[in-house]
C-alpha cells in the first residue's frame, strides 16, 4: 500500500530524474552538425523554409519534398530562428520530444497507479537504447513518439479515470498531429478497440458513459483539426497553381508515401518476425523483462485488470499493424515502447526486492562494460580488419585510436559504476553505468567524426580548391553537400537520372568553364571526364567525391540527356 509520504517522495524524485534524463538525452547538443540519413535532409528543407519563406511546400534544393508532411521541419526552422545556429537548433526539437515523452508517462502511470509506479515506468523507458539513441538523432520519430505517447495517454486516462473528455479529445488532437508529422498517428485510436472490449464485458475500473454520443464524436473533429490545419490551405495552393509539379507532390505526399507504401512496400524488405528481432536488440536491456513478466500479465489479465489490458493490447495491435507489409525498419515499433513500460511498471516493484534480480543486473553491467573494455582494446592492439574499414569510413587518422580509445571509456564507466555500487545495488549500477555511456560517447565521438559524417571537411576544401571566384555545382548530390555548401551551389535536380544531371552540368560548366567546377559521385563521373584529370576530395559516408573543371572534360565528347 502507497503512503501519502511514499507519494510525495516519489514526486520529488522525479524531477530529479528528468533532470538527469536531460542531461544524458542532452550531451552531445551542439558538438556536430547533421548527419546522415536524415538529418541533412530535413535540416535543410528547414533551412530552405526559413530563406524563401515557403513554408507550405517544402523544397530539397529546386525540387519539391514529398516524402513526409512538413511538421519536423516547421519545427527546425522555428529552433533555428529562436537560437539563431543549426548546430544548436536541429536537435531541440528531439530533446523536447524526448523529455514530453518520459513526462507524458509518468503522468500516465501516476494516474493510473501512483507517483512511483509513473517514476519506474519512466526510468524504463530512459534505459531503452532504442529511446535514447532515437532522442539523440533529429528525425521524424521522436516528434512521432511524443504525439502518439500523448495521444494513447489522454485515451487511457479517459477510458481508465474518466469520464475525462478534455483527456480524450486531447488524445485525439494528438493523433491528428501524429498524422501530420509522420501518418500514422491515426494508430491511437486503436486504444479504442481494447477499451470496448472491456466495456462490453463489465471489466471493473472501466469509464461508463451514457448519452454522451456528441462527446465521442467530438473526439473525430479534434482528430480532424490539426489535419485540416495543414492540409486544406496545402491543397487549395496546389491547385491553385496546378502545375504539374504541385499536383504530383500532392499525390505523392497523400497516396504514394501513405497507403501505397504500407500496402506495396518497395523497400525495407523483412520477415513477418522482423519485430521479434528488433524488439529483442533495440529495447536491451528492457526487453529481457518481458519473459520475466508475462505470469505477472497472465495473472492482472486473469483478474480482468484493465490498466494492464489497454496498453499491452495497444502494443500487441500496432505490432500486428507493422508486421503486415513486407517494408519494415526498426523505428517503426518504437511509439510502442512508452505503453509497453507503463504495462511492466507495477509489476517491477516486485522483482526490485529480489536478491537475484539485482546481482543479475550488476553482472549485466560488469559485460557492457567488459564488451566495450574489449572491443577497444583489440581493435587498438591487434587492427582487425573490422576496425580499419570503420577507421577508413571515417577518414580517422592512426588507424582510429582516438575512437577506440572511447570505447575502453565506455567500459571504464560501466565498470566503475559496477566497482561503486556493488552486486547489492545492482539495478543502480547497471542504470548509472548506462547513463554515463550516453553522456560520454556522444560527447567524445562528436567532434571525431563530425568533418567526415557531416561533409563540412569535405565542402571546405571543395571551397579551398575552387578559389575565391569560383562557381560550384553538385551532381548525384547529398543533401549534406548542399547544407554544408560555403557558397550558394548550382545543383539540377536531386531525384533525376545521374547522367540528365551531368548533362546539364556540362553544358552549365561550358558557358564559364575558366571558373566553373563540378562536384560529382564518383558513380555519376561518365564517359565524358577523364579520371586522370579530376581531383578526389575524399570519402564521406562511403561515398567517394571528386572535383574537375572544364580542363577534365573530354573534347568533342556529350552526355545524352535522360
Known amino acids: ?135 539523440k538523432h533529429a528525425q521524424i520519430d521522436p516528434l512521432l513518439l511524443f504525439w502518439v505517447t500523448i495521444g494513447n495517454a489522454g485515451l487511457l486516462v479517459h477510458c481508465l479515470r474518466g469520464p475525462d473528455w478534455r483527456a480524450y479529445w486531447l488524445g485525439c488532437f494528438a493523433a491528428g498531429l501524429g498524422v501530420i508529422t509522420k501518418g500514422v498517428g491515426v494508430l491511437v485510436l486503436l486504444m479504442l478497440l481494447p477499451y470496448l472490449f472491456a466495456r462490453l464485458r463489465h471489466w471493473p475500473g472501466v469509464t461508463q458513459t451514457r448519452g454522451d454520443g456528441w462527446r465521442w464524436a467530438a473526439g473525430a473533429l479534434a482528430f480532424l483539426l490539426p489535419i485540416g490545419l495543414w492540409l486544406v490551405p496545402m491543397l487549395v495552393a496546389a491547385y491553385g497553381f496546378n502545375t504539374p509539379e504541385y499536383i504530383a507532390y500532392v499525390q505523392d505526399l ?196 563530425n568533418d567526415n559524417q557531416s561533409v563540412r571537411s569535405l565542402m571546405r576544401s571543395a571551397d579551398e580548391r575552387i578559389g575565391p571566384d569560383g562557381e560550384l555545382a553538385l551532381v548525384q548530390w547529398r543533401e549534406e553537400l548542399l547544407l554544408q555548401a560555403r557558397r550558394p551551389p548550382v545543383e539540377f535536380g536531386f531525384s533525376r537520372p545521374p547522367a540528365a544531371q551531368m548533362h546539364d552540368a556540362l553544358a552549365w560548366q561550358a558557358q564559364a568553364p575558366q571558373r566553373r567546377w563540378i562536384l560529382v559521385n564518383s558513380e555519376a563521373l561518365g564517359p565524358c571526364v577523364d579520371p586522370a584529370r579530376v581531383v578526389r576530395l575524399g570519402v564521406a559516408n562511403r561515398n567517394a567525391w571528386w572535383l574537375f573543371d572544364a580542363a577534365a572534360v573530354k573534347p568533342g565528347c556529350s552526355m545524352a540527356p535522360q
Open 254 to 449: 497523400l497516396f504514394r508515401q501513405t497507403a501505397q507504401r504500407y500496402a506495396n512496400s518497395w523497400a525495407h524488405a523483412e520477415p513477418a518476425w522482423f519485430f521479434l528481432l528488433v524488439m529483442a536488440r533495440d529495447w536491451f536491456p528492457v526487453c529481457l523483462l518481458i519473459p520475466l513478466l508475462l505470469p505477472a500479465w497472465r495473472d492482472a489479465l486473469r483478474g480482468r485488470e484493465a490498466r494492464v489490458l489497454l496498453p499491452l493490447a495497444w502494443w500487441l495491435l500496432a505490432l500486428l499493424f507493422f508486421s503486415i507489409p513486407s517494408g519494415k525498419r526498426e523505428i517503426y515499433l518504437l511509439p510502442a515502447l512508452p505503453m509497453v513500460v507503463l504495462a511492466m511498471a507495477p509489476f517491477v516493484d516486485g522483482l526490485l526486492v529480489k536478491r537475484w534480480f539485482s546481482r543479475a543486473a550488476f553482472a549485466l553491467g560488469v559485460l557492457m562494460g567488459v564488451v566495450f573494455l574489449a572491443a577497444g582494446a583489440w581493435a587498438l592492439s591487434a587492427h582487425p580488419r573490422a576496425a580499419q574499414r570503420i577507421a577508413a569510413g571515417y577518414e580517422l587518422p592512426d588507424g582510429g585510436a582516438a575512437l577506440w580509445w572511447c570505447a575502453i571509456g565506455v567500459g571504464v564507466l560501466f565498470v566503475l559504476a559496477a566497482a561503486w555500487f556493488r552486486p547489492r545495488r545492482g539495478v543502480l549500477a547497471l542504470l548509472v553505468g548506462l547513463g554515463a555511456a550516453w553522456v560520454a560517447w556522444p560527447v567524445s565521438t562528436y567532434p571525431l567524426l
Open 1 to 135: 500500500m502507497t503512503t501519502i509520504d511514499d507519494d510525495t517522495r516519489a514526486r520529488r524524485m522525479f524531477w530529479w530524474f528528468m533532470a538527469v534524463a536531460l542531461v544524458v538525452l542532452a550531451a552531445g547538443i551542439g558538438l556536430r552538425d547533421p548527419w546522415p540519413p536524415d538529418e541533412p535532409r530535413f535540416a535543410l528543407v528547414a533551412h530552405q523554409m526559413l530563406t524563401s519563406g515557403q513554408w507550405l511546400f517544402p523544397h530539397r534544393g529546386i525540387e519539391l519534398y514529398s516524402d513526409k508532411p512538413p511538421l519536423l521541419m516547421w519545427c527546425e526552422a522555428i529552433t533555428f530562428w529562436l537560437t539563431g545556429g543549426w548546430r544548436g537548433a536541429f536537435l531541440l526539437p528531439s530533446l523536447l520530444a524526448g523529455l514530453g515523452s518520459l513526462l507524458v508517462v509518468y503522468r500516465t502511470g501516476r494516474r493510473l497507479w501512483n507517483a512511483r509506479i509513473g517514476l519506474l515506468a519512466a526510468v524504463l523507458l530512459l534505459a531503452a537504447i532504442q529511446f535514447v539513441d532515437v532522442i
